[in-house]
């Protein structure tokens, strides 16, 4: 039961250099969503998917592009990272609305230098 | 304004002790009210849904104002292992996805 998986756990980056984060889940949700995670601001919305074939912008998707690949798949391209986007990044899974509530992955790691 | 907020805390209390947190939210739209538990270096897990009527879970007892915007987590006779940070999460208007507090720490003390 493996739930939300993400990887990498761990990344270093040089600015302006680019890479995708990857998220699966293996429960048949329906929606899928990456946060992004500062001190002292909460866990902020990238983007989200309601189904496979939509994506929606969340509270702070400059910087970044999506892709729901199909229905487990969900990932997130930071295309030339830049400092401001070293943050811990979670995927996380609902079943139909959010108001089920979140099953989240263990998150990645991300340190843009 | 943030959408949701909380006292960032820390509340450092001792083992056995009753601890209660609040936060507000600023959608009077919001459908959903959770309250997530978020351990040091992990992923926030679900601790509770919290209902108008209020609900409780073991130790745990959540409660939701609606007229106020408030929404409270009672923990009593808390353990070492209660010690996390709390997230206040609510839903969006349309339910399509939530929206979370920054946290409050808990630190429970032997």
């Known amino acids: 039961n493996a739930g939300v998986t993400q990887t990498p756990k761990f990344q270093v980056l040089k600015t302006g250099q680019s890479m995708t984060l990857q998220c699966a889940q293996d429960m048949n949700h329906n929606s899928m969503y990456w946060y992004r995670q500062d001190p002292g601001m909460g866990l902020r919305l990238i983007y989200y998917s309601a189904s496979e074939g939509t994506t929606d912008k969340g509270e702070v998707p400059n910087g970044y592009n999506v892709s729901r690949l199909n229905k487990r798949e969900f990932s997130l391209r930071l295309e030339s990272a830049a400092p401001s986007q070293t943050s811990v990044y979670f995927c996380?899974?609902?079943?139909?609305?959010?108001?089920?509530?979140?099953?989240f992955g263990s998150g990645t790691r991300l340190t843009v230098v | 304004r943030k959408e949701v907020e909380q006292d960032p805390g820390p509340f450092n209390v001792p083992e056995g002790a009753t601890v209660a947190f609040n936060c507000t939210y600023s959608?009077?739209?919001?459908?959903?009210f959770f309250w997530y538990r978020q351990d040091c270096r992990k992923e926030p897990k679900l601790l509770m849904s919290?209902?108008?009527s209020g609900n409780e879970d073991g130790r745990f007892t959540a409660q939701l104002n609606r007229a106020s915007q408030y929404i409270s987590l009672l923990i009593r006779d808390s353990k070492l292992s209660d010690s996390a940070t709390y997230l206040c999460v609510v839903s969006s208007e349309y339910g399509n996805k939530l929206v979370f507090g920054a946290g409050t720490i808990l630190r429970v003390k032997s």
């Open positions: 996380a899974s609902s079943e139909w609305t959010a108001s089920y509530g979140y099953t």
């Open positions: 959608n009077s739209a919001s459908q959903s």
């Open positions: 919290v209902y108008s």
